[in-house]
């Protein structure tokens, strides 16, 4: 008999410790460039600056004609300074949602990052994002509060139901990290559109947004990463209990992203109709629904958390490609 099983485990062996350098070589490079190439709101961003101060009425605000509710009869027939602070009401209320998310995230990093043995190469990695997301929540709030508008981020029972997310990690860390970037896609796939869509945007939020999207690229990518490295290693029935939890958080994470502020509505008085053409039965709210998940869904294909069955599910949720 020849030696095969154990010349096969040796194999494995060898490209799991193949595999296993190259992971640890991005997370030291992922850690590297976070020291060289960070921002910190209070000295990077000009807040003072004439150029720079928010104008509840600035046109700049206003929704474009491609967006989903900016192109509306009813929003289009507003007078342009109620169009404008529609607008900035969209965008502080995503800050603030990004910036309740990312506390989160962070309070989850540190629960992951408080049990790592030491020597872990993860351990400065997450420390070096967990003071990125600081930063990040200062740069939202300081936005916030300068547009002057009583926004709130996530709704109050949801809010209350969040507060479980940063424990994930003490039950399953690949649980967490795709909790974390059922959270991260769609805003990183908002901002990345907002900076392509060729329109003058106000310097203070193309400014966040381009500090926020260099840094959100290392973050997504060690998340990645880690979910590579590790869910392909988990016994099967954890892997289809993952696969099962993953498209339920994902569909209604990108929900939180991207539904309309209750605020906001009531605030205008935007007609149920309006809001039911526009982000309920509109194909294009659901396409975008969709489409914020796709990397994280190729992702999970990529990884073994797709199958008949949990496709089902991902198809249920919305967010089947
Ligand atoms: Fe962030
Ligand atoms: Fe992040």
Redesign the pocket.
Known sequence: MTSAPSTTAAREHDEQVANAGAYEAVIERLSKASVDKHWEPYRDIPWDDPEFLVDQADPRWELPEFDKLGGHPWYRSRPPEVRAMIGLWRVATAMKI?LQF?NLLKRGLLNYAYRLPNGSPEFRYVYHETI??GH?GMMFQEFVNRTRLPVRGMPGPLSVLAQVAPWIPLISTELFFVFVLGG?DPIDHVQRKLLKDGRTHHPLEETIIRI?VA??AR?ISFARHYLRNRVPRLPRHRRLLLGVISPIILGVMARIMLAPPGPMIRRFRIPAHVVAEVYLRNPAAKAEIRDSVGRTRELCGEIGLINPLTRRIWKAMGIWG
Do not use: K
Request: no cysteine; hydrophobic share 0%; proline share 0%.
């Open positions: 990004g990312e990125e997301e990040h991260e926020h840094e959100e973050h």
